[in-house]
């Protein structure tokens, strides 16, 4: 059932649809609307969740984990410092194999004291072990939670579903809703490895010794590594049942294109706007929308840059010192290639800055006028 | 075997960290540096007892409500509870480690409870054992001989008691009134001794109807004849009419003969002797006066029995010594001086010291002498070597002559039935050893109760049954954090009105609650009573509950020398010492 | 006789690390027989994360659930949700914290629990000090004992935390003090407080023998003395406003208590009269609070 529904309250239909048992979530702009929605849901009784209100975003985390390792499917909604408050508890989560499922609303980090869309927070957040998939529009949103739980309870690891802050969250757009049958019959209930049975007592996360830990981690990147080959899977299931697919990555624009214009989330809506304009008037580009971004989809990617001249990569976040992280991490999956190539990394959108048209286009007007870029980190809209 | 994991390849490894196993395979016993030993010691009641009771063996099964275990405790030790819980002086009470935290526990009262509830079970007479070819002579049936005689009989000795008198029982029956010792109590104490198989010949006197000859058909002889000669006060008008001996007067009232006393009785002496000559001639409706050369403290007497004699209208003057027995208008007159009391002399007291011309004059129709005892020795063997009023024996009893052991009051200044008791019970330790060509010495000290004197018989028929470590238990060993002050609890006596209308006994028998309530205070000193304080402080879960030796043992694989069992437990009962590398 | 009368099922297997004569080994042992195996206890970064051993062991023999040390009333408060969700109302979720872990660090996250009257027991074992990392200072931490980062030329300067007085006023339904000298009534609270629903918490007295600087045979007496000595009184409040208080009628001195332990052996005379005088007022001041709503 089609509705004008915001992004927020997408995340809410998709944990509904989900049969979530168990939400544990602190409030914090742009999540707020997403707890709002969840707790009007449940004390109207439509669901059996329990909803654990607690007193910080940490707890929420440490919560989940003792929800999930209790056996049942598990939801939490954050953003920014909430995200960052909880991150031992994400690298807990990951290194107990629970598949737990986060929203996180793109925002930026203090300080100073900003409440707008960045991707600083989520990607501070990349080492944890988590999978991260980023959305482009509230249909994205719905369905990413939905094939979210299936890929974290098949390789048994956490996802965070990201999406933007306000130009999602709090921004209507049509969506089509499925019905509770059609994702009973995509989305199976949850069964834990080592269910907790009293009679047969075990201790949980015992503490492990050098002996053992490395193959412990390995194990976690064994799983990771599992991962593109599942949410294909899934993903292909997802389109055969609703008839939509995302893909860890999507190309668009000219089939041979010199320039291929890098983007995640929203920015990625007005990039494909530009990038037709451009090619209409004789350019030669191509959009790469990088859906998840753990772990980074370099197979995909290297098909998908076949033939093209430069890269470009708008990365709405910053690691200081380094610069974009989709940029670091696109050249870091280049290394290897016998062909590298340049990677000119525009930082752009921080706090919520609009990334307007023209600014996507000057990116993509530098990259064609330079062999390379000129500087480590180009900077889109830098009041100078 | 506990079992113990490696895995080689990260495929063997479950997903995440949970657990697979315990840690059983880890013997934290290997920790140590010291390490805990269950160890009874010796409580000091038993350690005091001449008698060498297994105290509080006996009172655990009292507090246990298991009685006849407690009766079968006492048996193996001493066959005379009913007496001893009579008319015993209980040393045990005095070193009793109660008396540090409040009151000492009535132990006398709790041995007699335990008689006294025997002799309610209608328990079938001792099958009559095949005895040993050995025979043995015992001459006198007081506390010493029967004492002796019931244990040589356990260790299936042919046991004959010869006793002068046509009644057995020596002192007990002669000397210690029935107020104090029913004769039915003595009597039936006597018959379970014999019950054994040992046989009393009464009215065989050594030297008139048994001749020393007769003596060589007995493979050994113990000699027990006690002291019942009164001693002298070497007083002109000693000897004269209306002056009688206090142990013969006590002989006659004691088997119901009744003489003809006077109203007005004095009395000399502080012992004992003196202090039931007194009650009983009370009892007879007469008046008692007690003439004592020294003070309150120094009377020998025991201190109940001195309070008791009071409360029942026994006179008693201090400081006052006869030196002549007169005449006057029928009566006897007593010409005393005053003494008073300087230092101190052998037996630790105050020497008494006439004062000049303090001439006083008490009159009384009869004057009873009761200032000590002395054996007659006229009919012992030649060869006792006698010194100071006693025949003198080596530790183990033996005598200058071979086969030839002698006991009790006979051999020794430390007069009470306790001391009779055990000095019987050595007697037949020693004549075993003697008999089957051991060294009595080894025995004794092998079975010395803490350091001596007394001994115990059990663990010289059981070997290896009960082991205690000597040391004595001290109060500070204890830990008093488990106990509760509480009041000591006795046994009721009759109003005096009652008790001197006649001979029947003062004291009644604890009832079986109070007996409890008793045997609940009793500290358990250096015994294990399965309090389970080990059990429940110790952090490895590393006492375990097993019905060896002891109620407890430590698991010494996990245990690691922490302590803390040996810390509280109540009663001194876990040893600590260093771990061997 | 009077036997001290425990649960016989042994809990807590052999062969753990725990120190020689470790307060909190017993507590733990003890603790396990009354609640029983149809229990998850959650247990935050603590000694407890060491002494049960290393992966692939655990000497629990019940279920349990390590968590981060910031946690643990989060972390209970997850396990029980996921209970009730699947219908599951009678296993028990039980969390062992140590006092880093419930007054410092966890502080948090139990008040949020508490708040929202979580349902699940909470058992703080106490031994006064960040014992697992090494006898750091905690909030618990007496007046003026030493610690190694409050060393003996400036020990710990402020009092006590009144954990209790800060749960109490959570109006939660139980709140008890108990202590491993007195076994019989650590096992009554905590089974008392298994049948009551909502957020019940136990402050639970251990003696640590390497951090006080005590003889290890001297645990259970130390604790005994820390009651005595009204250190540690023994009480219950119930909905935050009934205190029942157990008189105890051998009280010694403060003094006997701390001679025992190194860690107060820099004590001066006029440090022990303050501490006395510390202690008498703090005693004073829990039987008012106790008659605050009579």
Known sequence: ?384 | MPKQFTFKSVSEMPMISVSLGDMEWNKTGAWRTQRPFYEDKTPPCSAACPAGNDIVAFIQKIAQEDFEGAWNVIKEENPFPGVCGRVCFYPCESRCNRGSFDEPIAIHALERFVADFASRLNKKTAKAREKRKERVAIIGSGPAGMSCAFHLARLYYDVTVFESFSLAGGMLRMGIPSYRLPRNVLDRELSNIEALGVEIRTGVSLGEDLRLEDLKDYQAVFIATGAHRSRGLHIPGEKEKGVLSGLDLLKKINLSKRGKLGDKIAVIGGGNTAIDVARSVIRLGKKANILYRRSREEMPAFEDEILEALEEGVKIRYLVNPIRVGQKDGLKRLECLRMELSEKDESGRRRPVPIPNSNLFIDADHVIIAAGEEIEASFLPEGLEKKEGIVLTQRDGSTGIKGIFAGGDLTSNQRTVAHAIGSGKKAAMAIDAFLKGTDAEEVIIQNLIGEGPSLSIFGYLHPGERLRNPHVVTFEELNMDYFEPAKRQGESKSAVKERIKGFKEVSSTLSEGVALDEAERCFSCGTCNECENCYVFCPDGSILKREELFPHQVDYDYCKGCGICFTECPRGAISLKGEAK | MKKIQIPLEENLGHGHLACAGCGAAVAMRLTLKALGEKTIMVFPASCWSIVPGSWPYSSFRITAIHAGFVTAGATASGVRAALDVRGDHDTLVAVWAGDGGTFDIGLQALSGAAERNENFLYICNDNEGYMNTGTQRSSATPLLAWTTTTPVMQPKENPKKDIMAIMADHQIPYAATATIAYPEDLIRKLEKAKGIRGTRFIHLFSPCPPGWKMASEMSVKISRLAVRSRIFPLYEIENGRNYTIQEEHRVVPVKEYLKLQGRFSHLTEKDIETTQRNVDDTWERLQRRARCFI
């Open chain 1, 1 to 384: 059932m089609k509705r004008v529904i915001t992004g927020n309250q997408a995340v809410a239909y998709g944990v509904i649809l989900s049969r979530v048992d168990v939400i544990s979530a602190y409030p914090i702009t742009p999540q707020t609307t997403i707890v709002e929605e969840l707790s009007e849901l449940i004390a109207s009784g439509r669901l059996k969740t329990k909803f654990l209100k607690v007193e910080s975003e940490h707890s929420a985390m440490a919560a989940l984990i003792g929800a999930s390792t209790g056996g049942v499917r598990t939801f939490t909604a954050t953003s920014s410092h909430g995200l960052a408050y909880m991150h031992e508890m994400l690298h807990w989560a990951s290194g107990a194999r629970l598949p737990i499922v986060l929203v996180n609303v793109n925002r930026a980090l203090g300080a100073p004291w900003n409440i707008w869309g960045d991707q600083s927070d989520s990607l501070s957040q990349r080492d944890t072990g988590w999978i991260q998939l980023y959305c482009e529009n509230n249909q994205e949103v719905l369905d990413t939670i939905l094939q979210a739980y299936l890929i974290a309870e098949t390789v048994r690891l956490p996802v965070m579903v990201v999406l933007d802050a306000f130009v999602l969250s709090h921004t209507s757009e049509p969506v089509e809703v499925p019905s509770m049958e059609e994702v009973d019959s995509f989305l199976p209930p949850f069964c834990p490895d080592y269910p907790i049975d009293t009679q047969e007592p075990r201790a949980y996360s015992v503490i492990t010794t050098p002996e053992y830990f490395l193959e412990f981690r390995y194990k976690v990147q064994k799983a990771m590594e599992e991962v593109p080959e599942v949410s294909r899977k899934v993903d292909d299931e997802f389109r055969s049942r609703f008839g939509r697919g995302y893909g860890a990555i999507e190309r668009y624009g000219k089939e041979e294109a010199e320039v291929v214009l890098v983007t995640s989330g929203t920015v990625t809506s007005t990039s494909r706007m530009v990038i037709r304009k451009l090619n209409e008037e004789g350019w030669s580009v191509a959009g790469l929308k990088i859906k998840r971004f753990r772990p980074f989809p370099s197979e995909e990617i290297y098909g998908a840059i076949k033939g093209a001249k430069k890269l470009a990569v708008i990365d709405r976040n910053l690691s200081a010192g380094v610069g974009g992280i989709f940029a670091q991490e696109l050249r870091a999956a280049l290394y290897p290639k016998e062909e590298r190539l340049p990677v000119f990394g525009f930082v752009s959108g921080l706090g919520g800055r609009d990334i307007t048209p023209e600014l996507i286009e000057e990116a993509i007007r530098y990259t064609y006028q330079h062999p390379r870029p000129e500087e480590e980190i180009l900077w889109l809209g830098l009041k100078k």
